[in-house]
């Protein structure tokens, strides 16, 4: 089995910042893309940012030159340093990894369950 669990959400005022954190664990064997997504009330889930195993990152526009995904595979964990935080950035955020484990030799899609990120004055 193998989860990922996110930690570090919570309530943030108007150009604060959040780090988000998302460890995977389990029979792991290996890890491809990780990434966070984020789906706000009423919204449909949308992809903020992934990173590949090697360190390449891609972010959607909308948190370009503030949101910043790193990982440390080491610890089969990536984060989401987010800076200049908006209330339109309110959301679950979900972290999602590309999973191989030692019993099943492709990758399967795995998610977390969620983290509330709130930015209000």
């Known amino acids: 089995q193998v989860q990922l669990v996110e930690s570090g959400g919570g309530l943030v005022q108007p150009g604060g910042s959040l780090r988000l954190s998302c460890a995977a664990s389990?029979?792991?064997?290996?890890?491809?893309?990780m990434g966070w997504y984020r789906q706000a009330p009423g919204k449909q889930r949308e992809l903020v940012a992934t990173?590949?195993?090697?360190?390449?990152?891609n972010r959607a526009d909308s948190v370009k030159g503030r949101f910043t995904i790193s990982r440390d595979n080491a610890k089969n964990t990536v984060y989401l340093q987010m800076n200049s935080l908006k209330p339109e950035d309110t959301a679950v955020y979900y972290c999602?990894?590309?999973?191989?484990?030692?019993?099943?030799?492709?990758?399967?899609?795995?998610w977390g369950q969620g983290t509330q990120v709130t930015v209000s004055s």
């Open positions: 990173i590949t195993t090697g360190g390449m990152a």
């Open positions: 999602n990894a590309q999973i191989a484990t030692f019993y099943r030799g492709d990758y399967d899609l795995y």
């Open positions: 389990g029979s792991i064997f290996s890890i491809n893309v």
